[in-house]
């Protein structure tokens, strides 16, 4: 594949993985790391980029990506598994969160107020943008990587090149509380682990192949260089991104946020402000627009790939439409309580989802057994459950807190390495994955 097509694929998945979410992480925990930002911000990046960039690698051991590799564990799992990811990552959570995200910190600074008839405009119009690129899957990395990528960089550059303009001569933010029980990477690395976007790499690694495929290349070691060399671009812009963005917040002067208020979200409008004056919200507004409408738009391809692949007899076409006016109708009528639902589905699946990534990676370069996956699987999701219910409250589960790691919501990796190394040693070596 040529270079610049590579570049387009990865300008492409930069943006769709640049949501609002991703905008205002890095400012809040530069704001709050103060002397320790750089050390907090490695520990963020290893999550945040590291293991999304591995999701992206792992699905591509197959030219049909998640579904393809989980068949072989499990046709039954893979199914039930990918089928909560595309929901809770797509119409049930993602893609409505990126139109409300959008009309908040958009729209809402420009007119004074929300109001449902506000937020109902602004929503038809934000899905009818998305709904019309994701129609042509074909044409999605041009028109994402070719014009949207683009005009997305622009407006953070310069949202950031005059930040520093203005704060280079600040003294850094002072630490927060949480730094001074914490180490700095701890804190970072667990920001990262939150942000859960190594479920939405999994969710666009379908886009990702099939945009390779549209240019030509067909072979598992050529679709496999290509989709890493892309995901490669992706990650590096992110960090570049997530480093200045949390040095915008290590050095605002912005000196407190109100109890009320979202540290990112209250650091970005005033950066904008005091960066173009009475044009600060067009420009934040223009920036967030971007960035959600990318991530929609992928979000709602790949989610319309992945259930037309499984239902072969609905056209992309109407899932796509169909995804779309159940994220329109829970942007402005319940995204609240649905959330509310989605997140711990979520805090049970990202687990399984990173034990998938690791052993797969591990599995491609040592030949193992597939009962290797199978057992972490099962003992991660034994694990993962109570935990999750533990968190949420549940009486009788309390206990759960003193397991090893539970702090930095890694308690299920002991049990993933466990399962794993059982499996390893006493599956049949003739029931291998086919991962080549």
């Known amino acids: 594949m040529k270079k610049k097509d590579i570049f387009i694929i990865g300008l492409m998945l930069f943006a769709m993985f640049f949501g609002a979410g991703n905008l205002i992480f890095p400012v809040s925990i530069g704001f709050e790391s103060g002397p320790h930002y750089i050390a907090t911000m490695l520990g963020f990046m290893i999550t945040g980029i590291g293991l999304p960039l591995l999701t992206m690698i792992a699905g591509s051991f197959s030219a049909n990506g998640y579904p393809s590799l989980l068949n072989q564990i499990s046709p039954f799992f893979s199914t039930i598994f990918l089928v909560l990811v595309y929901i809770m990552i797509g119409p049930f959570s993602g893609i409505p969160r990126t139109a409300t995200t959008s009309y908040e910190m958009g729209v809402v600074p420009l007119i004074g107020a929300s109001s449902h008839l506000s937020l109902f405009l602004f929503t038809a119009i934000f899905f009818a943008i998305v709904l019309f690129l994701a129609l042509s899957p074909d044409d999605l990395s041009d028109a994402i990587g070719k014009y949207l990528t683009p005009a997305l960089l622009i407006t953070i550059g310069l949202l950031i090149i005059r930040s520093i303009m203005i704060y280079h001569t600040n003294d850094h933010s002072l630490a927060s509380e949480r730094f001074m029980n914490s180490s700095a990477p701890t804190i970072g690395f667990l920001e990262g682990y939150l942000t859960m976007d190594s479920i939405a790499a999994m969710a666009f690694t379908l886009v990702l192949s099939s945009s390779i495929r549209q240019r030509g290349v067909t072979t598992p070691n050529a679709m496999l260089s290509s989709a890493v060399r892309a995901s490669l671009i992706a990650s590096v812009l992110l960090g570049i991104i997530y480093l200045l963005l949390g040095w915008i917040g290590n050095y605002t002067s912005v000196t407190t946020i109100p109890n009320e208020q979202n ?144 702090e930095l919501q890694l308690e299920w990796l002991p049990f993933m390495l466990a399962g794993a190394v059982i499996g390893f040693l006493f599956g049949s070596r003739k029931k291998q994955l086919q991962l080549n």
């Open 263 to 406: 540290a990112g979200t209250y650091l970005l409008v005033a950066a904008s402000k005091e960066g173009f004056g009475s044009l600060g919200m067009i420009v934040l507004g223009l920036v967030v627009f971007l960035a959600c409408l990318t991530t929609a738009t992928g979000l709602i391809s790949a989610v319309a790939s992945y259930f037309h692949g499984l239902m072969p007899k609905i056209s992309y076409r109407l899932l796509a439409i169909i995804i779309t006016f159940i994220a329109f109708v829970l942007a402005n009528l319940g995204l609240n309580q649905i959330l509310a639902i989605s997140s711990p589905i979520l805090s049970i699946l990202y687990p399984i989802t990173i034990t998938i990534v690791l052993l797969l990676l591990f599995l491609r370069w040592v030949n193992g057994p597939k009962l290797t996956i199978q057992l972490a699987i099962t003992f991660v999701t034994v694990v993962s459950v109570p935990t999750t219910l533990s968190r949420l409250g549940l009486p009788g589960l309390q206990w759960l807190a003193y397991l090893p790691l539970f």
